[in-house]
T-cell receptor, first 110, second 113 residues
Framework: ETGVTQSPTHLIKTRGQQVTLRCSSQSGHNTVSWYQQALGQGPQFIFQYYREEENGRGNFPPRFSGLQFPNYSSELNVNALELDDSALYLC?????????FGPGTRLTVL | QKEVEQNSGPLSVPEGAIASLNCTYSDRGSQSFFWYRQYSGKSPELIMSIYSNGDKEDGRFTAQLNKASQYVSLLIRDSQPSDSATYLCAVNHSPGSARQLTFGSGTQLTVLP
């Protein structure tokens, strides 16, 4: 167990809807990163938050947005869902260089 | 485009054998390197991190790094059926505080009893 929690575990949405995924980081970790993992692929970096500020972003469109709260928990918001957004969404927390992943949220877009 | 390539597999080894997993990366400025294990339906679990050229051993696992060749490998000695999983190589391209990991697509390992 890494101490990183995510909710919900599974989610089914329809195309065009909006979704919010949540992550609680490991105690003492002030950095949270979000990744998208499509079936059969490695995780792809979406963005990272450090002390409530975005601190790096991957090649994802603006409809992917996020927040980090004073307790270092984080949200990932996706607007105007597309079928290709179906994936496992992973949150990782880090205090130094190493990232520890939560269990993930499986999002299915129909 | 910063890339991380892994031998696609699948890789099958008999129980007790050595499994060798390989990874190359494109960015010479890469700072740190990680191996994660991912069981089917689960999230990635950190196995090893390596930062300097050479070997790093942890139990049955040995990570090897050669920055000149831009090559990272993971050796699993005395492979067990419980080692059957997908192994992901990850590289941190970003110096400083932005710890963005770029992952390979993973190598699926099956250890046959």
């Amino acid at each position: 167990e890494t101490g990183v929690t995510q909710s919900p575990t599974h989610l089914i949405k329809t195309r065009g809807q909006q979704v919010t995924l949540r992550c609680s980081s490991q105690s003492g970790h002030n950095t949270v990163s979000w990744y998208q993992q499509a079936l059969g692929q490695g995780p792809q970096f979406i963005f990272q938050y450090y002390r409530e500020e975005e601190n790096g972003r991957g090649n994802f469109p603006p409809r992917f947005s996020g927040l980090q709260f004073p307790n270092y928990s984080s949200e990932l918001n996706v607007n105007a869902l597309e079928l290709d957004d179906s994936a496992l969404y992973l949150c990782a927390s880090s205090g130094a260089d190493t990232q520890y992943f939560g269990p993930g949220t499986r999002l299915t877009v129909l | 485009q910063k890339e991380v390539e892994q031998n696609s597999g699948p890789l099958s080894v008999p129980e007790g054998a050595i499994a060798s997993l390989n990874c190359t990366y494109s960015d010479r400025g890469s700072q740190s390197f990680f191996w994660y294990r991912q069981y089917s339906g689960k999230s990635p679990e950190l196995i090893m991190s390596i930062y300097s050229n050479g070997d790093k051993e942890d139990g049955r696992f040995t990570a090897q790094l050669n920055k000149a060749s831009q090559y990272v490998s993971l050796l699993i000695r005395d492979s067990q059926p419980s080692d059957s999983a997908t192994y992901l190589c990850a590289v941190n391209h970003s110096p400083g505080s932005a710890r963005q990991l770029t992952f390979g697509s993973g190598t699926q390992l099956t250890v046959l009893p």
